[in-house]
């Protein structure tokens, strides 16, 4: 089914990510929620391959993102895992680790956890009132573990994302410029966009503290090159790369 004719719609101050990508896939101006969602459009395989400068300027924080946290019951019965009741539904925007590839589904604007998201949780006085809830629906002691976690209703600033992703700008181009790879000097180009691997491996430093060893490191950012490049440094450019930030004095020379 087709959009309503866009421009009888003023653009809303936020856009849910699913109206984010078309916009950069194909063009197609953010209208207010009630009538995207009323008339959205089928998503097509080739949409998603414009999801990832989108999802990379989500992990580095050039929006301003709000959603809300669901949390819902689960038990396994047989081989299957059964949702126990309604989710609970609290104001909690994502946090910038959540958006990967992986984690979003843009078609429902669901962005799901990663597996250590309770235990980060644990750590702030918003997972005491939401374990309440939780034990005041059920009715019982709860089981952390057969909880699920999900965002939803996810939204970015549509101005912003006009500003990052203009219009004039084709699609295939279509990334900020400071997540676009460097403009290379003469001779032959780089192959891999340092600029944004160091920009990711300092969000993780202030979010999630660097792993304790190099090698846990090189691991995890191997990972992470893989699922957004589909390939990575080898471990000798990796260990040259890092280096000097582990055996820096003030970790111990290691």
Same mark, same amino acid.
């Given at each position: 089914?087709? %959009?309503?004719d866009?421009?009888?719609? +003023? =653009?809303?101050?936020?856009?849910?990510?699913?109206?984010a990508?078309?916009? /950069?896939?194909?063009g197609?101006?953010?209208?207010? +929620?009630?009538?995207?969602?009323?008339?959205a =459009? @089928?998503?097509?395989?080739? +949409?998603?391959n414009?999801?990832?400068?989108l999802? &990379?300027?989500l992990? %580095?924080?050039? $929006?301003?993102?709000e959603?809300?946290? #669901?949390? /819902? %019951?689960?038990? =396994?019965?047989?081989? &299957?895992?059964?949702?126990?009741?309604?989710?609970?539904?609290f104001?909690?925007s994502?946090?910038?680790?959540?958006?990967?590839?992986?984690?979003?589904d843009?078609?429902?604007?669901?962005?799901?956890?990663? *597996?250590?998201?309770?235990?980060?949780?644990?750590?702030?006085k #918003?997972?005491?009132? /939401?374990y309440?809830? /939780? @034990?005041?629906?059920?009715?019982?002691?709860?089981?952390?573990?057969a909880?699920?976690?999900y965002?939803?209703?996810?939204?970015?600033?549509?101005?912003t994302l $006009?500003?990052?992703?203009?219009? *004039?700008? #084709?699609?295939s181009?279509?990334?900020?410029?400071?997540l676009?790879?460097?403009?290379a000097k =003469?001779?032959?180009?780089?192959?891999?966009?340092?600029?944004?691997?160091?920009a990711?491996?300092?969000?993780?430093?202030?979010?999630?503290?660097?792993?304790?060893?190099?090698a846990?490191?090189?691991?995890?950012m191997?990972?992470?090159?893989?699922?957004r490049?589909? @390939?990575?440094?080898?471990?000798?450019?990796?260990?040259e #790369?890092? &280096? $000097?930030?582990y055996?820096?004095?003030r970790?111990?020379g290691?």
């Amino acid at each position: 089914m087709a %959009l309503p004719d866009q421009p009888m719609f +003023d =653009p809303p101050e936020r856009c849910l990510l699913s109206q984010a990508l078309l916009w /950069i896939s194909r063009g197609l101006r953010p209208v207010p +929620d009630v009538a995207f969602i009323a008339a959205a =459009p @089928e998503f097509e395989g080739s +949409d998603y391959n414009f999801s990832i400068p989108l999802i &990379r300027a989500l992990r %580095l924080g050039k $929006f301003e993102v709000e959603g809300r946290l #669901k949390v /819902i %019951l689960c038990q =396994p019965i047989g081989d &299957r895992e059964v949702k126990m009741g309604l989710p609970i539904s609290f104001e909690y925007s994502p946090p910038f680790s959540e958006f990967t590839k992986r984690n979003i589904d843009f078609e429902s604007n669901v962005v799901d956890v990663n *597996d250590d998201f309770d235990d980060d949780l644990m750590f702030e006085k #918003k997972y005491e009132e /939401i374990y309440k809830k /939780i @034990e005041s629906s059920s009715g019982e002691k709860v089981n952390l573990h057969a909880l699920r976690w999900y965002f939803h209703d996810v939204t970015i600033s549509t101005k912003t994302l $006009f500003e990052l992703f203009p219009k *004039d700008v #084709k699609p295939s181009s279509d990334q900020p410029k400071e997540l676009a790879a460097p403009r290379a000097k =003469p001779g032959a180009p780089p192959k891999y966009n340092w600029d944004l691997i160091w920009a990711e491996l300092v969000v993780r430093a202030d979010l999630d503290n660097m792993p304790e060893s190099q090698a846990e490191c090189i691991r995890q950012m191997s990972e992470w090159c893989m699922d957004r490049f589909n @390939e990575s440094p080898s471990e000798t450019v990796w260990k040259e #790369k890092l &280096r $000097f930030v582990y055996r820096h004095h003030r970790k111990g020379g290691n």
